[in-house]
Every structure is written in C-alpha cells, then in structure tokens.
C-alpha cells in the first residue's frame, strides 16, 4: 500500500565522465504530492569505478527512451562500471512514517546484468539489497525493492524514521550493466509485495529484508 511519494522521478537531470555531479533545487521532479519540502536540493552523483574518460557511462531522470517515462536511468558501456547516488539536501527532519508508513519501497524496473545492488541511506545508516537477479522487460516484471525502517533499527537502535535529515539512494551494477527504476515511496507492510530476499530466495537474510554488500566484480 503506497502512503507517499518521496520523488516523481520526472523533471530532468542527468550526469556523465564530463559531469559528474549535478544539483538543483527542487522542484525537480518532486510536487506537492510528495513527502518531502519541495523546495530542497536533489543530487544526482556519478563515482567512476572502471574506464574513466569514457563518453558511454551515464545517469539520467526521467529514463532516457520513448516518451521520456518517470524514472532513473544508469548506463554501463563496454568496459565501464561505476556507482550512481542520489541525493536530496533535507532541511527539516522529515517523518517518513507518516499514514503508517513502514519501508522505503524502489521498483526495479530493469537490470540487464545479475548481481547489482541497490543502497539506500537514511541519516548515515545504510542497508544494501544485493545479488540481485537481472530483470529484463519486457518479460521480467518490475522487482520491488523494500527497505524496512525495522532493519535500519536493528542496524543502528539511535535510528528514527520520523525524523529523516539525510536521504539517498545508491545505484551499483556490475561492469557494463544498466539498470533503471521507476517507484521511490513509503509503504505500509499490508501490500502482499513480498520482500526482496524472499524474491530472490536468499533464506538466510528474509527476516530482515537486508543481505551483505557483494564485492564488485
């Protein structure tokens, strides 16, 4: 059950080798539907990690193919790899709980390689969803992507989700994958979406909806 859009992931913004870190203040792409102030900052960072100086690496809002459809993009070419932040300047402690709220949720709407990532950080504290399995439209469904506040908690017991003054999510293919999203909101647990490593099978870490950070390749 959707409770709150955290950004529409549609106005414009992008990066490359050229440029690799772009900011702005909103609204960029958040409106007043969303959770946070509109008119804080949102980044969007490229980290080069293999074939710097190349032209065929790059991140985009809003995804970058026919119509222009919400989302965000990250492109790996041939011998390339990096990660892609993004980022928003909170001002004011935001309560992400509001309506019952209880995860970050993020649909991955497609990630052509296996074994990406995807990091999000709240107030420093970070939990990685990892090893993931390619999703390639458009057989594959979107794979949601929950991010409970409990695992932050259990990460950090001084962790307070209603008063959130720090917020990114962290883009991680592996060399030469693409991968892009299209849903960044808060849920409530009541959805029958069932969680990311149960998706995945990864047994072990199903209780907490959290597995270790793979090493890239």
Do not use: H
Not at 40 to 51: H, K
Not at 111 to 118: H, K, P
């Amino acid at each position: 059950l959707t409770i709150n859009t955290i950004d529409n992931l549609t106005t414009t913004q992008a990066v490359d080798e050229n440029t690799p870190s772009l900011s702005g203040t909103l609204p960029i792409g958040l409106g007043a539907s969303t959770i946070f102030d509109p008119t804080i900052e949102r980044t969007l960072e490229l980290t080069v990690e293999n074939g710097a100086g190349s032209p065929d690496i790059s991140g985009r809002i809003p995804l970058n193919n026919l119509g222009n459809p919400p989302g965000l993009s990250f492109s790996n070419g041939q011998g390339t790899n990096g990660v892609l932040t993004l980022s928003y300047g909170i001002i004011n402690p935001t309560d992400l709980t509001q309506g019952g709220a209880d995860r970050i949720s993020i649909a991955l709407v497609s990630s052509d390689l296996d074994d990406a990532s995807v990091t999000v950080r709240l107030n420093g504290i970070t939990e990685t969803i990892s090893n993931l399995s390619a999703v390639n439209p458009p057989s594959d469904p979107p794979l949601i992507l929950d991010f409970l506040f409990s695992s932050f908690l259990a990460t950090d017991p001084s962790f307070d989700a209603t008063a959130i003054n720090d917020f990114a999510i962290i883009l991680d293919p592996v060399l030469e994958g693409d991968m892009s999203i299209n849903v960044l909101e808060t849920r409530n647990g009541t959805t029958a979406t069932p969680e990311p490593a149960t998706v995945l099978g990864l047994l072990a870490v199903g209780l907490t909806g959290r597995v270790l950070r793979k090493a890239k390749k």
